[in-house]
């Protein structure tokens, strides 16, 4: 241990002279822009807690509207209420829109328009590029209007944008940045009038000054007529980060971090990006950001935010538990020294007082970081119990299908003995006969279907209602336990099993007859173009719905 680490040498009093002459200077300005901050943590509770209640205020009237239209309006409102405080809930509600925008028909542009906002928060949420890739594959550009273009443009930029940060491989990130750059001119051709689209082309170009100047004429020129000014702050805090300037990317982050704490966002990284910026001179306030950051984002079921906070949170929170250590064990040597300087001087103990009242709120906040390291202990517990549940079910369902084996070879078993039993009487003709059947085979075919026809409609129950709304009035099927073969082909579908011959496959039949029975479905549906696309989109949307349910405490 360094022997001069607990003991005020000359070249400390330097250092500290030196280093309050600095914070006269440049740190006077600095604090009063970590200060704005710092009030605007102050209410941050209670702006949150009314852009929350305006949130379900919408999400009730959405869920009381009668009328179609109505109902798809507000679904579309409360998902935009959500995205910032909540994605969870933000998700199930654009997938509620998308339900009756492709069960009405009434509006082609509705199912396009609930299809990019999926998109765009799947994005956000961070874990579900492929589905975004699966919707935009869905969608053809060239029949987009300007608007939904622009959008499907900017979507893509983002989608490639994150392939490219989370990818190792070279040669993909090289192929990744590469179509970014293609989508990103589309967008620019589209609207060279923009500044922030042409900010980040000349951005992408390494023409950094050039952008940072757009993006503050822009602001000079539009002053506060927009309601939210935190991301265009955060943009110009980015291209001074670039710059290597510290100073100003620090203003401009505490302005981006002060408009999203006061208009109640719990889904940000500003206040994260400032917390890693000043930890190095402002430890106190760096911790206070980033629990708060990683406060909203586990509460806004951001897996994104929390994936890239990870690192900065365990390095600032750690150094903060050591400096906390350091001042305990400081504060404790100094109210010794102060002790017997006090006793020698004069007799009494105010002083000594003091210092314990001062170790006590010490150590109350080295308990404070406690707490935190256990809850998330608790919480890398509670992760652990779900994989040994999911775990658990797997070994289930191989038990079940080696059940099933075992029952097929032991009926194969008995078949054989019974072929035996009737060639050792000799009778050849009879064991012909009896190999010829299909009776046999037969029987097995039906208890198989039988035990399909169980499993599917207990794992999916409302699969007859949702076919029933795609089909016209009196070619629907009536509720019962058991399929036919041509709801059996729509079963299939359902599982994401479309081809006509793995269909043929498993039902024991021919292409031909696949075919048939599905152009007899599309016959009877409502839209018999659109029939089989719409129905394939409202299943996958019907198998992955409880993906977004992260916890029980609300059934959404």
């Known amino acids: 241990m360094n022997k001069w680490k607990y003991k005020i040498s000359p070249v400390y009093l330097l250092l500290g002279f030196i280093t309050l002459l600095y914070s006269c200077g440049n740190g006077r300005g600095r604090d009063s822009w970590l200060q704005r901050v710092d009030d605007a943590l102050e209410t941050v509770d209670v702006q949150q807690k009314l852009y929350a209640q305006r949130a379900d205020s919408i ?17 579309l409102e409360a998902s935009d209420a959500y995205r910032t405080l909540d994605l969870n809930k933000s998700i199930n509600f654009l997938l509620d829109a998308y339900e009756i925008a492709t069960l009405n028909h009434q509006n082609p542009s509705d199912s396009v328009e609930t299809l990019l906002r999926l998109a765009s928060i799947y994005n956000t949420q961070g874990f579900m590029l492929k589905e975004v890739s699966d919707i935009l594959a869905t969608l053809d550009p060239g029949k987009l209007n300007g608007q939904y273009l622009t959008r499907y443009y900017i979507t893509k930029v983002q989608l490639n944008r994150r392939l490219a940060d989370v990818t190792n491989i070279q040669r993909l990130k090289v192929n990744y940045l590469y179509e970014l750059k293609g989508y990103q001119d589309s967008l620019l051709k589209m609207h060279p009038e923009n500044d922030l689209i042409r900010a ?5 170009e390494g023409k950094i000054d050039e952008a940072l100047q757009i993006m503050l004429n822009a602001k000079k020129e539009s002053a506060d007529s927009i309601p939210r000014t935190g991301p265009y702050f955060h943009t110009v805090a980015q291209l001074y980060e670039k710059l290597e300037k510290p100073d100003s990317q620090l203003i401009y982050l505490a302005l981006a971090a002060e408009d999203d704490l006061k208009h109640g966002v719990k889904e940000y990284s500003a206040l994260t990006d400032l917390a890693e910026l000043i930890y190095p001179f402002d430890l106190n306030r760096a911790h206070r950001y980033i629990l708060q950051s990683r406060e909203d984002a586990i509460s806004s079921h951001s ?7 990870g690192p900065i949170y365990t390095l600032i929170n750690g150094k903060y538990a050591m400096r906390q250590n350091q001042i305990l064990v400081g504060s404790i040597i100094l109210s010794v020294s102060l002790f017997i300087a006090i006793m020698a001087v004069v007799a009494g103990g ?11 709120l010490q150590g109350e906040r080295l308990r404070e970081s406690k707490k935190i390291i256990e809850n998330t202990n608790q919480e890398l517990e509670e992760t652990n119990r779900n994989l040994k549940e999911e775990s658990r079910i797997k070994e289930s369902y191989i038990r079940s299908f080696m059940n099933l084996c075992l029952q097929y070879l032991n009926k194969m078993e008995h078949y054989r003995a019974y072929i035996g039993k009737i060639a050792s009487g000799g009778d050849l003709q009879k064991v012909v006969k009896a190999i010829n059947s299909s009776r046999y085979v037969n029987q097995e075919v039906s208890e198989f279907y039988q035990s399909f026809d169980e499993a599917f409609l207990s794992l ?13 009035e009196g070619e629907k099927y ?15 579908i359902w599982l994401g099993i ?12 021919s292409e031909s007859t696949v075919y048939n029975y599905r152009t007899v479905m599309r016959n009877r549906a409502k839209d ?25 405490s609300e059934n959404i």
């Not at 980040?200 to 992408?204: R, T």
């Open 528 to 552: 018999r173009n659109k029939f089989e696309k719409d129905f394939i989109l409202v299943s996958e949307a019907r198998r992955h719905k409880p993906i977004y349910k992260i916890d029980n």
């Open 350 to 360: 105010i002083m000594l007082k003091k210092k314990n009242r001062e170790l006590g």
């Open 59 to 75: 999400s009730k009237r959405a869920k009381e509207a009668i009328n179609n239209e109505e109902k798809f309006t507000l679904l």
């Open 460 to 472: 999916y129950p409302d699969f007859k209602t949702v076919l029933n709304g795609f089909l016209r």
């Open 478 to 492: 009536e509720e019962c336990g058991s399929l036919t073969t041509e709801l059996r082909v729509y079963a299939l």
């Open 498 to 509: 479309e081809s006509s011959g793995e269909i043929a496959k498993f039902l024991r039949c």
């Open 200 to 204: 980040k082309s000349l951005e992408m």
């Open 303 to 309: 897996s994104l935010r929390q994936r890239q906070m």
